[in-house]
């Protein structure tokens, strides 16, 4: 599934390539999404895109008097590729600029393919996302003050996208491991001092997912290939019985919020 990391990789794809460049044509081949794409969207030829933005997983292309909102779901990927280019039997839409498709692949369908003209961050799917967790707005003492309230545990604090957006569920144990926490820790009980290490760990492991996909970026221009995961070193995540990285301790796994979490006993009290 596309996490923040890959959303923000494809986001720095696109970026340089539609910016300032008319959008000619749309094609749907398939409107049946998560939502059916709305008729809104057939007009948007001849608009000018004026930025590509992300919040959360949201994709959101500015055209002026209304945005784009493009989320890839399970399964989603965009690409830029040459126009004329043959679709294959899961890309449901493109986007006509210049010489080249946007093109939305997506064999689950879970993905969506939106049009708002009111100010995105009042859209009723993104007005009720957290803090972006690469922000400057989530520090130390954000945290802290936003897990003041939570009695659950800090593991499925931070799959709660109302509250930070778009962790995930790799991203939350790696973290976890990194600060020394231990998954069950009830969000409310954690220091200011841990809150400080949690936070730079957050911000450690989603820029380094990011850097890892930068390398692939020319992937996003003139090529259809599939969407790769980016390889970085994973600490925890899916390793349980194997030692830990750091000091050897089998890796455990546990369940929280019917997710799978990963950590060491020893590494994370
Ligand atoms: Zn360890």
Redesign the pocket.
């Known amino acids: 599934m596309p996490e923040l990391p890959e959303v923000e990789v494809t986001r720095r794809g696109i970026a340089p390539y539609l910016v300032g460049r008319v959008i000619a044509a749309v094609t749907v081949r398939e409107p049946r999404l998560r939502w059916r794409v709305p008729k809104a969207v057939h007009a948007i030829p001849g608009h000018q895109v004026r930025s590509v933005k992300r919040r959360g997983k949201y994709l959101l292309l500015d055209c002026g008097d209304g945005h784009l909102i493009l989320h890839l779901g399970m399964s989603g990927s965009l690409r830029l590729v040459a126009a004329g280019t043959p679709a294959g039997k899961h890309d449901h839409l493109d986007l006509a600029v210049g010489d080249r498709l946007l093109r939305l692949r997506d064999p689950r369908r879970f993905g969506a393919v939106l049009w708002t003209a009111a100010p995105p961050e009042a859209h009723r799917l993104i007005r009720h996302l957290g803090v972006e967790p690469l922000s400057r707005s989530l520090d130390a003492n954000r945290l802290h003050a936003l897990t003041r309230a939570h009695r659950t545990s800090i593991k499925q604090f931070l799959m709660d996208g109302r509250r930070i957006v778009g962790v995930g569920n790799i991203y939350a144990s790696e973290s976890l491991f990194l600060a020394a926490i231990h998954p069950r820790t009830r969000a409310s009980r954690l220091s200011r001092q841990r809150c400080a290490r949690l936070v730079r760990a957050i911000k450690q492991t989603l820029r380094a997912a990011i850097n890892a996909g930068g390398s692939s970026l020319r992937d996003y221009v003139g090529s259809d290939g599939e969407p790769g995961y980016f390889q970085t070193r994973i600490w925890v995540y899916d390793r349980a019985g194997q030692p830990?990285r750091?000091?050897?301790?089998p890796i455990r796994r546990i369940v929280q919020g019917q997710r799978a979490s990963y950590y060491?006993p020893?590494?994370q009290r």
């Not at 750091?246 to 301790?249: D, E, I, L, V, Y």
């Open positions: 830990c750091r000091c050897g301790a060491c020893r590494c």
